[in-house]
């Protein structure tokens, strides 16, 4: 892969600091003020199985503090859920959380959708493994697929049999990423360490770290960082037609602390990379700067895709992107 950079129109700002962190709408997410034993804060509401019921209570040992909710399964399903808020176009809501599984649990943070009160269905991609470890999940709502919904709603929910904690938990209403062709261009949903829908490619003889995280979140809960490049470390979003009338723009944040680091336009034909149209690479000084970049639509004429990419570049470079967007 080249990474000759390219002339083209570029622009790129310093913020010295992030975003304000998005406010939760979950009191208490950590259950620290919570008292031991079976009684749950007021925000909290059980469900189950019809015959079935659900045994959540406040337990010692948390993800980050001394105290978790605990659910333990009854063979089919049961949870918890807190109430639900409408679901305003100008927003986009995520739910997030710490999860920890045991036994055959099935467990997991979700989006319910209603109507008035009626539930309609759920968006809920992610199992933690049961596997007595801490693992982190995070969903953006995907409304789209429940069009007649006018309400949103937070759920922690365990499957099958064993037991499941939970700690942690988020739900943030974000503004809007209205026009924006990346479903994930603000990494809001990932799991494990990494943000859904993006690819990674480098040199096989490197080992550079992805690492999805709220240590690089600009705006909202997380961001992604890229680190240990010797010579290039990339994201890519999925592809698509190409429209050569099109003029398209690339934004994002970025904030380098080593190495080289920047936003591209991939050149695809099919899984065959034609070339890039890079940005210069952002100050390393470990200050976010927004970085523009316009679609130069001369370029690699016989490419047939497109796709947007994240780029750190070494020597050992180390760096956080959020919030991109292509129009």
């Given at each position: 892969m080249?990474?000759?950079?390219r002339?083209?129109?570029?622009?790129?700002?310093?913020?010295?600091?992030?975003?304000?962190?998005?406010?939760?709408?979950?009191?208490?997410?950590?259950?620290?003020?919570?008292?031991?034993?079976?009684?749950?804060?007021?925000?909290?509401?059980?469900?189950?199985?019809a015959?079935?019921?659900c045994?959540?209570?406040?337990?010692?040992?948390?993800h980050?503090?001394?105290?978790?909710?605990r659910i333990?399964?009854?063979?089919?399903?049961?949870?918890?859920?807190?109430?639900?808020?409408?679901?305003?176009?100008?927003?986009?809501?995520?739910?997030?959380?710490?999860?920890?599984a045991?036994?055959?649990?099935?467990?997991?943070?979700?989006?319910?959708?209603?109507?008035?009160?009626?539930?309609?269905?759920?968006?809920?991609?992610?199992?933690?493994?049961?596997?007595?470890?801490?693992?982190?999940?995070?969903?953006?709502?995907?409304?789209?697929?429940?069009?007649?919904?006018?309400?949103?709603?937070?759920?922690?929910?365990?499957?099958?049999g064993?037991?499941?904690?939970?700690d942690?938990?988020?739900?943030?209403?974000?503004?809007?990423?209205?026009?924006?062709?990346?479903?994930?261009?603000g990494?809001?949903?990932?799991?494990?360490?990494?943000a859904?829908?993006?690819?990674?490619?480098?040199?096989?003889?490197?080992?550079?770290?992805?690492?999805?995280?709220?240590?690089?979140?600009?705006?909202?809960?997380?961001?992604?960082?890229?680190?240990?490049?010797?010579?290039?470390?990339?994201?890519?979003?999925?592809?698509?037609?190409?429209?050569?009338?099109?003029?398209?723009?690339?934004?994002?944040?970025?904030?380098?602390?080593?190495?080289?680091?920047?936003l591209?336009?991939?050149?695809?034909?099919?899984?065959?990379w034609?070339?890039?149209?890079?940005?210069?690479?952002?100050?390393?000084?470990?200050?976010?700067?927004?970085?523009?970049?316009?679609?130069?639509?001369t370029?690699?004429?016989?490419?047939?895709?497109?796709?947007?990419?994240?780029?750190?570049?070494?020597p050992?470079?180390?760096?956080d992107f959020?919030?991109?967007?292509?129009?």
């Amino acid at each position: 892969m080249s990474l000759a950079r390219r002339l083209l129109p570029l622009v790129f700002a310093a913020l010295p600091l992030a975003a304000e962190p998005p406010a939760n709408l979950i009191a208490d997410p950590g259950f620290e003020q919570a008292a031991l034993g079976n009684t749950l804060p007021d925000i909290w509401n059980r469900f189950n199985a019809a015959g079935k019921e659900c045994a959540a209570s406040i337990v010692a040992g948390g993800h980050s503090g001394a105290h978790a909710l605990r659910i333990a399964g009854n063979g089919e399903f049961c949870g918890v859920v807190v109430s639900a808020v409408p679901l305003a176009a100008d927003q986009r809501y995520v739910v997030a959380a710490w999860v920890k599984a045991d036994g055959d649990a099935q467990a997991c943070v979700k989006v319910d959708y209603l109507k008035d009160g009626a539930w309609l269905g759920q968006t809920d991609p992610y199992k933690a493994a049961a596997d007595g470890q801490w693992h982190e999940m995070a969903i953006a709502d995907d409304r789209a697929k429940f069009a007649d919904a006018n309400q949103v709603a937070l759920a922690l929910v365990v499957g099958g049999g064993g037991q499941a904690w939970f700690d942690d938990v988020a739900f943030v209403a974000l503004p809007a990423d209205q026009g924006n062709r990346l479903p994930n261009g603000g990494f809001e949903t990932g799991t494990d360490g990494a943000a859904d829908g993006w690819s990674e490619a480098h040199p096989a003889d490197e080992s550079p770290k992805v690492s999805w995280t709220a240590a690089a979140a600009h705006g909202g809960l997380h961001g992604v960082n890229l680190k240990g490049a010797k010579t290039f470390h990339v994201l890519y979003a999925p592809s698509f037609p190409r429209d050569k009338a099109k003029v398209l723009t690339l934004s994002g944040w970025v904030r380098a602390r080593s190495g080289g680091a920047t936003l591209k336009f991939d050149f695809r034909n099919g899984d065959q990379w034609v070339g890039d149209q890079a940005g210069d690479s952002v100050p390393a000084d470990g200050q976010w700067h927004e970085v523009k970049v316009v679609l130069d639509t001369t370029k690699f004429p016989e490419a047939t895709e497109l796709c947007a990419a994240i780029l750190a570049d070494g020597p050992d470079a180390d760096a956080d992107f959020d919030d991109v967007v292509m129009k």
